[in-house]
């Protein structure tokens, strides 16, 4: 039987290539049992039609998760005009059906453009987002289909059409976290007056972690997974750095603040030890550094 690979006290970040089908939390359960480790998160939802990166964190990291939500997107995915469904893409109702074949490149160009930059979106009726403590998709299958949902800002730094071959129209989508693409997918149809739903998603990036360096989740086996853990400060690599001596490393870690003798400018940092250990995240106040969320060794 091959020897089971031990991971670190940390843990680490977990890149994963979401497969078809299946829900964020279906992979977090499966990476449970493939790792044998009860502490596994996730970073950003994909809906069971979405496939592509989804990060997760494991052990101690999950500590870090946070860090890697709100990082930009980039997404292809492929509409369906003519159609709108109550969920805004294919696993829901046919709700409405209306001409789309006299539809011209042109016009669909010129209809891609007001959703370019800074927009105010509004959410899908099923999403997670809540309502007086309850999630909308949860509303939704009460039967309240009138529950307000204010509509939020998000920019779309990039909207590209790859391909129309009527009825299905394949974008490029380089947008803000929080961008909810069966919005803009059933936005665009009401913009051309046809109606249109998601029939794909495929997620290509969050921030700069990308599908080509994705995982498919039947590689992961408990044999291989820890070769495919990158190291915890992955998860917070956009951050500076900050290297501290010996002496500051075991003040911060012990939650003394220590003296800010470096140039940095931004709040967060996160912290390293003579060693190159991480010791986690500090945050600047008034000329000194504080613990914000540290990993001291586990004996």
Same mark, same amino acid.
């Given at each position: 039987m091959p020897k089971r690979i031990v991971m670190n006290d940390l843990g680490g970040v977990l890149c994963v290539d979401k497969p078809l089908g299946i829900t964020s939390h /279906? =992979? *977090?359960?499966r990476i449970r049992r493939t790792a044998s480790l009860r502490r596994v998160g996730h970073a950003g939802t994909l809906?069971?039609?979405?496939? %592509? *990166?989804l990060l997760l964190c494991l052990g101690r990291s999950t500590r870090l998760i946070e860090y890697l939500v709100g990082h930009d997107k980039v997404y292809e995915t492929t509409v369906r005009l003519g159609q709108t469904t109550s969920t805004y /893409?294919?696993? %829901?109702? =046919? =709700?409405?059906?209306?001409p789309f074949r006299h539809l011209t490149l042109n016009q669909i160009q010129d209809a891609l453009e007001p959703f370019r930059g800074d927009i105010q979106q509004q959410p899908p009726l099923y999403s997670a987002i809540k309502q007086g403590g309850q999630p909308l998709y949860k509303l939704a299958r009460q039967g309240k289909a009138d529950v307000e949902r204010p509509f939020r800002p998000v920019t779309i730094h990039e909207l590209t059409l790859l391909k129309w071959d009527p009825p299905h129209l394949s974008l490029r989508v380089h947008c803000s976290s929080g961008t909810y693409i069966r919005s803009l997918g059933h936005d665009l149809g009401e913009a051309l007056r046809c109606g249109g739903h998601l029939t794909a998603l495929r997620r290509l990036a969050v921030g700069d972690?990308? *599908?080509?360096?994705? *995982?498919?989740?039947?590689t992961l086996s408990p044999e291989n997974i820890a070769h495919y853990l990158l190291p915890p400060d992955t998860a917070v690599r956009h951050l500076p750095r900050v290297d501290l001596l010996e002496t500051?490393?075991? /003040? &911060?870690?012990? %939650?003394?603040? &220590?003296p800010q003798t470096d140039s940095i400018s931004t709040e967060l940092a996160r912290a390293y030890g003579p060693d190159n250990q991480f010791l986690g995240i500090i945050t600047a106040s008034d000329g000194q550094w504080l613990s914000r969320k540290m990993f001291p060794a586990v004996p």
């Open positions: /279906d =992979v *977090v359960n809906d069971p039609l979405a496939t %592509g *990166v /893409d294919a696993e %829901g109702e =046919v =709700v409405a059906e209306r972690f990308t *599908v080509e360096t994705a *995982v498919p989740l039947t500051a490393a075991a /003040d &911060i870690l012990q %939650g003394k603040p &220590i």
